[in-house]
């Protein structure tokens, strides 16, 4: 099966291409740079500035946690895996849709970029489809910056995991395919979290895409069949939020999976399981 994977140059990615190539045949990689199509409006960028100087004075946390789950993948994985590489200002730009064209792939593979357009989209009907990996558990908790990140900030220990998914115009809205807890057990440093979000991420994506170039059919669960679920957006990733996510990090997150509550509220959600390969 031939795939075309939309991403960006994260080692994170890096590392996700470099397992994809080992189950499907992996024939380009877009990287995009992730710049918006439209310029933002003035107070809508007068409070992305502000909230850069937040996480730089109260989210040095996170920022340094990132930087060090990079680096390992740096070290890790090096290099991409395909040799015809192309790099874009935003993936929806026209020379991904040319791409696209020119190699018509199986399955086009999406992680960690712009939200993508109808061009896309439209191109991924040819054959299978386009698939989304989101490191959050949909419907339950959708958007970014870090669904991990908001998962502490509000206290959803057992929330904690990801999605593979059908994508669709909306932010993490398309049927979904695999969802999954992550297994974490409390002792996990802030950085070893994260790391263990990651790599479960990538083993699901890559489960996933081996199960369709095997033929298998993967499921296409609406997410409003679950739940309604809460979408969290950049802009609200503030300093109160990341204050929450530190405190219940530090105070609150080890002793959480010794608890009842949170052994009864992970058996209450509803997941989504693809047939074994």
């Not at 989210?59 to 930087?67: I, V, Y």
């Not at 959803?156 to 593979?164: E, K, P």
Request: charge should be positive.
């Amino acid at each position: 099966m031939k795939a075309v994977l939309l991403t960006n140059g994260h080692g994170n990615q890096r590392a996700l291409a470099n397992k994809l190539s080992r189950v499907v045949d992996l024939a380009a990689i877009v990287i995009s740079e992730n710049v918006p199509r439209r310029k933002k409006p003035f107070r809508e960028r007068s409070g992305l500035f502000l909230r850069r100087i937040e996480g730089r004075l109260v989210g040095r946390l996170f920022a340094r946690t990132w930087f060090e789950l990079l680096d390992r993948y740096d070290t890790m994985f090096p290099r991409l895996p395909c040799t015809r590489v192309l790099r874009v200002t935003n993936v929806n730009d026209r020379e991904t849709l040319s791409l696209l064209d020119a190699e018509a792939p199986d399955v086009v593979l999406v992680s960690g970029t712009n939200l993508v357009g109808k061009g896309i989209l439209e191109r991924g009907k040819r054959a299978h489809g386009v698939l989304n990996l989101h490191t959050g558990i949909s419907p339950y908790v959708k958007g970014g910056p870090n669904c991990t990140n908001w998962c502490l900030s509000k206290g959803w220990f057992h929330l904690i995991g990801s999605t593979v998914m059908w994508i669709d115009l909306g932010v993490d809205t398309g049927d979904i395919i695999f969802t999954d807890r992550t297994a974490l057990d409390g002792t996990e440093s802030l950085t070893e979290l994260h790391y263990k979000v990651t790599e479960h991420a990538h083993d699901m994506y890559v489960r996933s895409v081996s199960c369709l170039a095997s033929g298998k059919d993967l499921p296409r669960i609406r997410q409003g069949s679950i739940a309604e679920g809460t979408t969290f957006y950049t802009r609200e990733w503030n300093a109160s939020a990341m204050l929450r996510a530190h405190y219940n990090f530090r105070q609150h997150y080890r002793n959480a999976f010794t608890s009842n509550r949170m052994a009864s509220d992970a058996r209450a959600l509803q997941l989504v399981q693809i047939p074994e390969h």
